[in-house]
C-alpha cells in the first residue's frame, strides 16, 4: 500500500466526486459563462464572506491575481520571512508585478504587527510605496499552525492605519477554521481580499478561488485574464471544487487528530522528535537527531517501505494528513520508522 504523506495536494477524486465531474452542465466561461464555474464562485464569495470571487487554476495564480490587483510595479509588498509567496512561487512577485518584497519573521510563521508597522515606507520619493501586506493561514513552513486572531487582526489594523491593502494567502484556511473555529467570514473580515485552495486538505483535482470586494474583483479579472487563468468549460473542474467546499470541510478534524498521533508515535522513537503541542491541523514537523541521518536520508529510507514525505530542511520532515491517509497508512508509516530507527538505538 502506498502511503503518501508528502502534501494534501496529492489526493485523487473519489468515486463520488468523478461522478459530479461528468454530470454537470458547462459553458465556455470566456465567452458566455459557464454556469457551473458561477455557482462556485457564488457559494466560495459565501462561505469565505466576500461579496464576489472568481475561479483560477492554482493557489500561486490566485495569490499572484491579488498581488496584480493590488500593486503597480515599483511598489513594495510586505510578508513574512517564510511565506508561501515569497518562498515559493518562483519569484512572481518581482518577475510578474514589478514589486519588491520586505519580509518579516523567522520560522514560526509569526509577525510583530509593530515590525509590520516600522516596515510601511514614508511617502518618500526615495522609497517605494508599500501596497499590500500579506499574511498566511494557516502557515505552511512553520508547519501548519494557526497564527491566533489577536496576532492576525492586529497586523490587518496596521494595513487599516495606513490605508494599505491586506491579503490573506488562505490556501489551507479551512483547516484554520477546523481548527479554531472560527468561521472563515470571521478571519476574512479583517483583510481585503483572499484566496483559498480547493485542491489541497478539501480534496478537489484542481482550482482555487480569489475573494474580494466589487472593485478588487474587476482589477483581478484583468489580470486572470493577462495570466492565461480564464478557463474555458471549467466547470467540470468547478463541480468538483463544489463538492470538495460542501462536503470536505468538517472531516479535516479527522486529518488533524491523525497528524498529532502521527507526531506523538514517530516522536517517541529513538533520533526522532517531535513538538506536538506544535501540531494543531493537518502537518506534523518531525526532526530527525543530525548524528542518526539526514531528513533526506530517512526519507529515502521509508521510500522502501512505500512510504513517502518530504525533507523541509536538513534535520527536519514535514508530514501532511489529508483524506487519502488513515490509520492503515500510520501504522504502516510507524513500522517502517521504527525498523529503520531500531539501528539507533
Ligand atoms: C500557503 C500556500 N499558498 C499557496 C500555495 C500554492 O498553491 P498551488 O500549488 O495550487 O499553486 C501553497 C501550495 O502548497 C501553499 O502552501
Redesign the pocket.
Given at each position: 500500500m502506498r502511503a503518501d504523506f508528502r502534501?494534501d495536494?496529492v489526493t485523487q477524486p473519489s468515486a463520488a466526486m468523478r461522478a459530479v465531474m461528468l454530470d454537470v452542465e458547462v459553458g465556455d466561461d470566456v465567452l458566455d459563462g459557464d454556469p457551473t464555474v458561477r455557482l462556485l464562485e457564488e457559494e466560495a464569495a459565501a462561505w469565505l464572506g466576500k461579496p464576489r470571487a472568481i475561479f483560477v487554476p492554482?493557489?500561486?495564480?490566485a495569490?499572484q491575481v491579488a498581488l496584480g490587483a493590488w500593486t503597480r510595479p515599483g511598489d513594495e509588498i510586505v510578508c513574512q520571512r517564510w511565506a508561501?509567496i515569497t518562498t515559493?512561487e518562483g519569484g512572481a512577485p518581482g518577475y510578474l508585478h514589478g514589486v519588491q518584497t520586505l519580509t518579516i519573521g523567522n520560522r514560526s510563521g509569526r509577525m510583530d504587527p509593530q515590525e509590520v508597522r516600522e516596515a510601511i515606507r514614508p511617502d518618500f520619493i526615495h522609497c517605494p510605496s508599500t501596497t499590500l501586506i500579506c499574511l498566511?493561514q494557516t502557515h505552511?513552513v512553520a508547519g501548519g499552525v494557526v497564527i491566533p486572531m489577536e496576532e492576525f487582526a492586529a497586523v490587518a489594523a496596521v494595513g487599516k492605519e495606513h490605508g494599505i491593502a491586506v491579503h490573506l494567502?488562505g490556501?489551507?484556511l479551512a483547516n484554520a477554521v477546523v481548527a479554531s473555529g472560527v468561521p472563515a467570514s470571521d478571519w476574512t473580515s479583517h483583510v481585503d481580499s483572499v484566496s483559498l485552495?480547493l485542491?489541497?486538505g478539501l480534496g478537489a483535482p484542481v482550482g482555487?478561488i480569489v475573494a474580494g470586494d466589487d472593485a478588487f474583483i474587476e482589477r483581478a479579472l484583468r489580470v486572470r485574464k493577462r495570466l492565461g487563468g480564464w478557463m474555458r468549460q471549467a466547470g467540470f473542474l468547478a463541480s468538483a471544487a463544489r463538492m470538495a467546499l460542501r462536503d470536505n470541510v468538517s472531516r479535516m478534524t479527522l486529518d488533524h487528530a491523525l497528524a498529532r498521533q502521527l507526531g506523538e508515535r514517530l516522536g517517541a522513537l529513538p533520533g526522532l522528535s517531535c513538538e506536538v503541542a506544535g501540531i494543531e491541523t493537518n502537518m506534523a514537523m518531525v526532526h530527525v537527531e543530525p548524528e542518526f541521518m539526514t531528513a533526506a536520508a530517512f526519507a529515502a529510507e521509508l521510500a522502501k517501505h512505500d512510504v513517502h514525505v518530504m525533507a523541509m530542511g536538513p534535520q527536519v520532515l514535514r508530514f501532511v494528513t489529508h483524506l487519502d491517509v488513515g490509520s492503515p497508512h500510520l501504522e504502516q508509516l510507524v513500522a517502517a520508522a521504527t525498523e529503520i530507527t531500531a539501528v539507533h538505538a
Open positions: 502534501s495536494t492554482s493557489g500561486t495564480m495569490n508561501h515559493y498566511e505552511n494567502d490556501a489551507r485552495c485542491s489541497k482555487s
